[in-house]
Protein backbone atom coordinates (compact mmCIF):
# COMPACT_ATOMS: atom_id res chain seq x y z
CA UNK A 1 0.00 0.00 0.00
CA UNK A 2 1.20 3.37 -0.58
CA UNK A 3 0.34 7.04 1.08
CA UNK A 4 0.52 9.95 -0.18
CA UNK A 5 0.40 13.57 1.71
CA UNK A 6 -0.66 16.51 -0.80
CA UNK A 7 0.19 19.39 1.32
CA UNK A 8 -0.69 22.80 0.18
CA UNK A 9 2.12 25.00 1.58
CA UNK A 10 1.77 27.29 4.75
CA UNK A 11 0.67 31.16 4.60
CA UNK A 12 2.76 33.51 2.84
CA UNK A 13 3.16 37.27 2.09
CA UNK A 14 0.95 38.82 -0.20
CA UNK A 15 3.95 39.49 -2.73
CA UNK A 16 7.71 39.69 -2.88
CA UNK A 17 10.24 42.25 -4.30
CA UNK A 18 11.47 39.39 -6.49
CA UNK A 19 8.34 37.30 -7.35
CA UNK A 20 5.58 35.31 -6.66
CA UNK A 21 8.44 32.23 -6.45
CA UNK A 22 10.12 34.43 -3.84
CA UNK A 23 7.61 34.61 -1.55
CA UNK A 24 8.30 33.71 2.18
CA UNK A 25 6.15 32.08 4.98
CA UNK A 26 4.36 34.50 7.54
CA UNK A 27 4.65 34.33 11.24
CA UNK A 28 1.63 32.85 10.98
CA UNK A 29 2.39 30.26 7.78
CA UNK A 30 5.91 29.25 10.42
CA UNK A 31 4.05 28.31 13.36
CA UNK A 32 0.83 26.33 11.14
CA UNK A 33 3.40 24.37 9.45
CA UNK A 34 5.22 23.35 13.07
CA UNK A 35 2.05 22.14 14.21
CA UNK A 36 1.29 20.21 10.95
CA UNK A 37 4.48 18.16 11.48
CA UNK A 38 4.20 16.29 14.35
CA UNK A 39 0.54 15.17 13.64
CA UNK A 40 1.80 14.11 10.30
CA UNK A 41 4.39 12.10 12.16
CA UNK A 42 1.58 10.35 14.33
CA UNK A 43 -0.88 9.97 11.54
CA UNK A 44 1.17 7.69 8.67
CA UNK A 45 4.96 7.87 10.58
CA UNK A 46 8.00 9.05 9.23
CA UNK A 47 7.26 9.88 5.44
CA UNK A 48 10.02 7.70 3.07
CA UNK A 49 10.28 10.84 0.98
CA UNK A 50 9.12 14.50 1.10
CA UNK A 51 8.87 16.29 -2.28
CA UNK A 52 8.35 20.01 -2.35
CA UNK A 53 8.02 22.37 -5.55
CA UNK A 54 11.13 24.59 -5.81
CA UNK A 55 9.28 27.77 -4.69
CA UNK A 56 10.41 29.33 -1.11
CA UNK A 57 7.17 29.34 0.61
CA UNK A 58 6.80 25.36 -0.20
CA UNK A 59 10.73 24.88 0.19
CA UNK A 60 9.76 26.51 3.56
CA UNK A 61 7.41 24.08 4.90
CA UNK A 62 8.82 21.24 3.24
CA UNK A 63 11.86 21.96 5.35
CA UNK A 64 9.69 22.50 8.80
CA UNK A 65 7.44 19.33 8.67
CA UNK A 66 10.43 17.42 8.16
CA UNK A 67 12.19 18.17 11.07
CA UNK A 68 9.02 18.15 12.92
CA UNK A 69 8.42 14.68 11.57
CA UNK A 70 11.66 13.00 11.89
CA UNK A 71 12.48 12.96 8.21
CA UNK A 72 16.33 12.85 8.26
CA UNK A 73 16.95 12.67 4.34
CA UNK A 74 17.65 15.61 1.81
CA UNK A 75 13.99 16.86 1.10
CA UNK A 76 13.62 16.42 -2.85
CA UNK A 77 13.18 19.91 -4.73
CA UNK A 78 10.91 19.26 -7.61
CA UNK A 79 10.20 22.14 -9.92
CA UNK A 80 7.77 20.94 -12.07
CA UNK A 81 5.42 21.15 -9.06
CA UNK A 82 5.48 24.85 -9.31
CA UNK A 83 2.51 26.03 -11.32
CA UNK A 84 1.83 22.33 -12.50
CA UNK A 85 -1.91 21.59 -13.87
CA UNK A 86 -3.19 17.70 -13.15
CA UNK A 87 -1.02 15.78 -15.68
CA UNK A 88 2.19 17.22 -14.48
CA UNK A 89 1.65 16.53 -10.82
CA UNK A 90 -0.29 13.02 -11.91
CA UNK A 91 3.19 12.64 -13.62
CA UNK A 92 5.21 13.73 -10.53
CA UNK A 93 2.96 11.25 -8.12
CA UNK A 94 4.04 7.63 -10.69
CA UNK A 95 7.28 9.07 -10.85
CA UNK A 96 8.25 8.49 -7.43
CA UNK A 97 10.73 6.31 -6.01
CA UNK A 98 9.19 2.45 -5.79
CA UNK A 99 9.91 1.86 -2.67
CA UNK A 100 8.66 4.60 -0.40
CA UNK A 101 5.39 3.44 0.88
CA UNK A 102 4.95 7.32 2.74
CA UNK A 103 5.24 10.76 0.81
CA UNK A 104 4.67 14.00 1.87
CA UNK A 105 4.15 16.20 -1.47
CA UNK A 106 4.07 20.10 -1.00
CA UNK A 107 3.25 22.72 -3.21
CA UNK A 108 0.34 24.64 -4.59
CA UNK A 109 -3.25 25.30 -5.15
CA UNK A 110 -4.95 24.96 -7.76
CA UNK A 111 -3.49 22.39 -9.02
CA UNK A 112 -3.30 20.11 -5.47
CA UNK A 113 -6.67 20.39 -5.00
CA UNK A 114 -7.60 19.04 -8.67
CA UNK A 115 -4.74 16.36 -7.68
CA UNK A 116 -6.81 15.03 -4.65
CA UNK A 117 -9.94 15.40 -6.13
CA UNK A 118 -9.40 13.22 -9.22
CA UNK A 119 -6.75 10.89 -7.28
CA UNK A 120 -9.86 10.14 -4.67
CA UNK A 121 -12.43 10.25 -6.90
CA UNK A 122 -14.69 12.05 -3.77
CA UNK A 123 -15.56 15.33 -5.71
CA UNK A 124 -14.32 19.02 -5.29
CA UNK A 125 -11.53 19.00 -2.27
CA UNK A 126 -10.41 22.31 -0.64
CA UNK A 127 -6.98 22.41 0.44
CA UNK A 128 -6.34 26.30 2.66
CA UNK A 129 -3.00 27.08 3.38
CA UNK A 130 -0.94 24.08 5.55
CA UNK A 131 -3.81 21.52 4.91
CA UNK A 132 -3.23 18.03 3.10
CA UNK A 133 -5.32 15.60 1.31
CA UNK A 134 -4.38 12.04 2.86
CA UNK A 135 -4.61 9.22 0.22
CA UNK A 136 -4.15 5.59 0.47
CA UNK A 137 -3.79 3.67 -2.62
CA UNK A 138 -3.71 -0.72 -3.25
CA UNK A 139 -0.98 -0.58 -5.69
CA UNK A 140 2.59 -1.48 -5.42
CA UNK A 141 4.56 1.01 -6.91
CA UNK A 142 3.92 4.59 -7.93
CA UNK A 143 3.70 4.20 -11.98
CA UNK A 144 0.40 1.85 -10.85
CA UNK A 145 -1.72 5.07 -9.43
CA UNK A 146 -4.56 6.00 -11.31
CA UNK A 147 -7.48 8.60 -11.30
CA UNK A 148 -10.12 7.46 -8.39
CA UNK A 149 -7.75 5.31 -7.41
CA UNK A 150 -6.91 6.58 -4.03
CA UNK A 151 -8.96 6.00 -0.56
CA UNK A 152 -9.48 10.04 0.89
CA UNK A 153 -8.65 8.74 4.56
CA UNK A 154 -8.57 12.56 6.11
CA UNK A 155 -8.46 16.22 5.24
CA UNK A 156 -6.57 17.96 7.70
CA UNK A 157 -6.23 21.55 8.31
CA UNK A 158 -4.08 23.32 10.97
CA UNK A 159 -7.70 24.13 12.97
CA UNK A 160 -9.09 20.48 12.87
CA UNK A 161 -5.85 18.67 14.45
CA UNK A 162 -6.63 21.04 17.56
Known amino acids: MKTLLILRHAKTQQDAPTGDHA ?3 TERG ?23 SDARRAMQTAEI ?8 ASVTIEPR ?17 PDADRVVLVGHNPGFEE ?3 ALSGSGAIRLPTAAFAHLEF ?11 AGRLRELA ?6
Do not use: Q
Request: proline share 6%; net charge neutral; aromatic share 8%.
Open 23 to 25: REL
Open 30 to 52: LRDAAAMAPYIRTLIGTPDTIVT
Open 65 to 72: VSAGAGFS
Open 81 to 97: IYGANLDTLLAVVRALP
Open 115 to 117: LAS
Open 138 to 148: DVPAWYKVDLG
Open 157 to 162: TRHTIG
